[in-house]
């Protein structure tokens, strides 16, 4: 297989040097082991909670403010993968990967510079910050699909080595820099020094972007087919076979697409809005303890972490016995139907709910997240296979970014409007959100089981 241009003049050098010092199988393994890293390095972005406090008291941002950060930041997520798609088709993930470390190294530089000078003007310095986290959205996309896809590559065959173990590291990530942030280095008096956090995520990447480099850069030795150098020099840009236009044409000609859309922008938008808001939920609800704040998004993390893991496992053995995998994404759906309701009934009484009941809502928020970001796109791979794949699951990720724009907007909203004054403030004053989210999550159910219904017609193993 050719190599377009610029994937060539990307991976040169380790086409180059690469087999020089290691065999085919040890390049291979040793490429899925750097993707891994990169995956678990790739979704810092989800620490977004833990920043709110910090811009409250040193930027004197609003929650309207930081909702905007967020969603800003997935936004730049969730809508680019589908043109990440296609550039990896045509020039390979080392493109994506080479894309991530150019933008992630200036954004946190820039956001970290601008948080240790708020003196600057705060109009501009918010729109910059704004802008910054779009490309770190667009980043962190970019790293976990060129990840994602290089495992895929690598190891076709096997669904546990191709999506669940890259996924299970993208939790991870979480799990370890909610552990990093509790460095004294870190913290300034009570709150986060988001300077040096931002500083330092920025040096990370910069070796982090080194490894996914080598490693995308060995999928481009795996296709490298030396007689048609020539040919492939000259090909345009973005050459696109006509099968393979065909196919993207019948996927988005297909109904059934836009229901297993539709049921994720109902269901991830609000569990991504827990995510965003985790850190003023978590005030409202127990008040300022930031002790309980970071037990909170670490029992997240962890079960989020141990439900990626234990979905894909699941999903090989209902392979193995010819169980159709619904019944994981329809478990999943419950699960987080019931955290929304657990919400609800915490934030809706006047009892301060004991800490073990806390701990849960977030072990249950991170069980149905973690769950259901891993049989999505497994649910995709049996619908519409490897070859459609980048474009299918590419796609469907719009869903969940106008999912968690909408929510995450309708939080702050309520919240600026009713949980400001701090005379009255109590977690009540949240809870009409979460009546509207645990709707969304049982119409998300719904519209999931009419898109199985209608595989069941054209006869789709699911």
């Known amino acids: 297989?050719?190599?377009?241009?610029?994937?060539?003049?990307?991976?040169?050098?380790?086409?180059?040097?690469?087999?020089?010092?290691?065999?085919?199988?040890?390049?291979?393994?040793?490429?899925?082991?750097?993707?891994?890293?990169?995956?678990?390095?790739?979704?810092?972005?989800?620490?977004?909670?833990?920043?709110?406090?910090?811009?409250?008291?040193?930027?004197?941002?609003?929650?309207?403010?930081?909702?905007?950060?967020?969603?800003?930041?997935?936004?730049?997520?969730?809508?680019?993968?589908?043109?990440?798609?296609?550039?990896?088709?045509?020039?390979?993930?080392?493109?994506?990967?080479?894309?991530?470390?150019?933008?992630?190294?200036?954004?946190?530089?820039?956001?970290?510079?601008?948080?240790?000078?708020?003196?600057?003007?705060s109009w501009l310095a918010f729109r910059v910050t704004l802008v910054a986290f779009l490309f770190i959205g667009i980043s962190t996309s970019a790293l976990y699909f060129s990840a994602l896809l290089t495992c895929a590559k690598l190891y076709p065959e096997r669904k546990l080595l191709s999506i669940s173990l890259p996924t299970t590291c993208y939790g991870i990530s979480s799990v370890i820099g909610s552990q990093l942030l509790r460095m004294p280095f870190f913290w300034s008096k009570a709150n986060l020094d988001l300077g040096r956090v931002f500083s330092v995520f920025a040096w990370l990447y910069a070796a982090v972007g080194l490894l996914a480099w080598v490693a995308t850069g060995t999928v481009s030795l795996l296709h490298h087919s030396e007689p048609h150098d020539e040919a492939a020099e000259q090909e345009p840009l973005l050459p696109v076979p006509a099968e393979e236009r065909a196919r993207q044409k019948d996927f988005f000609k297909d109904h059934i697409a836009y229901l297993l859309a539709f049921s994720m922008l109902l269901a991830l938008g609000p569990l991504e809005m827990f995510v965003a808001d985790m850190g003023s939920l978590g005030s409202l609800i127990v008040g300022n303890s930031a002790i309980l704040s970071n037990q909170l998004l670490s029992v997240y993390a962890v079960s989020s972490t141990v439900t990626r893991l234990l979905t894909g496992l699941a999903t090989d053995v209902f392979a193995a016995k010819k169980i159709s995998p619904k019944w994981i994404l329809i478990f999943h759906l419950l699960l987080a139907m019931a955290s929304q309701v657990l919400v609800l009934l915490i934030t809706s009484t006047a009892i301060a709910p004991a800490e073990w009941q806390v701990l849960s809502m977030g072990s249950m928020m991170g069980a149905a997240y973690g769950g259901l970001y891993t049989i999505y796109p497994t649910v995709v791979l049996i619908a519409w296979g490897d070859k459609l794949f980048g474009t299918a699951y590419g796609s469907m990720m719009v869903a969940p970014a106008i999912g968690a724009a909408i929510s995450c907007l309708s939080y702050a909203k309520v919240y600026d409007a009713l949980c400001t004054d701090s005379s009255k403030k109590s977690s009540a004053c949240i809870a009409p959100v979460y009546k509207v989210t645990a709707t969304q999550l049982a119409c998300s159910l719904a519209v999931t089981l009419v898109a199985f219904r209608a595989w069941k017609r054209r006869n789709v193993p699911l």
Request: a neutral charge; charged letters at 10%.
């Open 1 to 121: 297989m050719a190599l377009s241009r610029l994937e060539r003049w990307l991976s040169y050098y380790v086409r180059a040097l690469l087999p020089h010092v290691l065999s085919k199988e040890s390049s291979y393994r040793m490429a899925y082991v750097f993707s891994l890293v990169s995956a678990m390095c790739s979704g810092f972005v989800t620490l977004v909670a833990l920043y709110s406090k910090p811009w409250h008291g040193q930027l004197h941002y609003s929650s309207w403010q930081v909702n905007l950060i967020v969603s800003a930041a997935n936004l730049g997520m969730y809508l680019t993968p589908p043109i990440l798609g296609v550039v990896a088709d045509d020039h390979g993930p080392i493109a994506l990967s080479t894309l991530a470390i150019g933008g992630f190294i200036p954004s946190y530089a820039c956001a970290g510079y601008l948080f240790n000078h708020p003196e600057s003007s």
